[in-house]
């Protein structure tokens, strides 16, 4: 298990290291980083403009700016902001609790709803009930989340206007956003948890389970439900990920004052400290928790950890 977790450590570094030279090569793609401190109509004399590009690094080599950037990066120092004027890390932190409160609770329910809805509907197999979960899963994944978002402002708080549209308040102003990034997890989880949970149901053991009188409910839950769930539970992991990184739509169109809204504006500011700073804990956040969905892996499942020592 040890070499296991050093193994997979490794990679999470090796890819961040990937991650962050395309981070600084695309800022630096954009043009000169000094074109971005200034102000519309104004021009910088020669020694202003020299003595501003040694004041950020741009008198060294690309290799010696990079490790500059990365070694700054990894103390927490992204830059000021352009747009702001502080310190870019800090406003990233300002806006993370609205992040993980929205997230946490549409992981929730996604990972009830999917687990649920995936087990009834292989119990229930070719029934109304099974083509109906089915269906279910088959919108969430296929109807993009900003349609679906305005789909479900128009219906609850335009035509019934019983819900809030925007903004971050009571439990009211979670129900819209939160069912809008819910409904594309949980669409998934139903349909992977479906077809493990079929596959469980299909397999010898089973069979003798319900030759020798196990009644119904026994053999689902304590016997294959308990083995079908080991992939779905793994791909939960790399879902919370998904939902920390993937609330950029759902952020912008129910106005959540979050990450998300602050990466589309840090974008259309052409704020690069703002925006390389979130690009680089999007990309920890995501690489943390597939680490997590590694070891949950391997904790359920031992022949992963013998297959991999």
Known sequence: MVRFLARRIIYMIAVMIGISMIVFGLSRLTGDPRLLYMTQ???????????????????????VQYLVWAGNAVQGDFGDSLWHKR?????????VPATIQLSGISYLMAVVLGVTLGTISAVTRGSFIDIGVRSFALVGQAA??????????????VHFDILPTSRRGDWTHFVLPA????????AGLARLTRSSLLEVLDSEYIKLARA??????????KHALKNALIAPLTVAAILLASFLTGTVVVETVFAWPGLGRLAVDATK???FPLVTGITVIFAA????????ADLLYAYIDPRIRIYDS
């Open 87 to 95: 310190n870019s890390l800090r406003i990233i932190i300002e806006k």
């Open 269 to 271: 500011n052409n704020d």
């Open 285 to 292: 956040m995501f690489l943390f928790s597939s680490l997590l």
């Open 144 to 157: 993009p989340p900003f349609w679906l978002a305005l789909i479900l402002i128009f219906i609850f708080a």
């Open 212 to 221: 020798k009188g196990v009644s119904t409910s026994k053999v689902i839950f």
């Open 179 to 186: 069912t809008t990034l819910a409904w594309l997890g949980s």
């Open 41 to 63: 109509g104004t021009r910088w004399s020669q020694e202003v403009w020299d003595a501003r590009g040694r004041e950020l690094g741009l008198d060294k080599p690309m290799v």
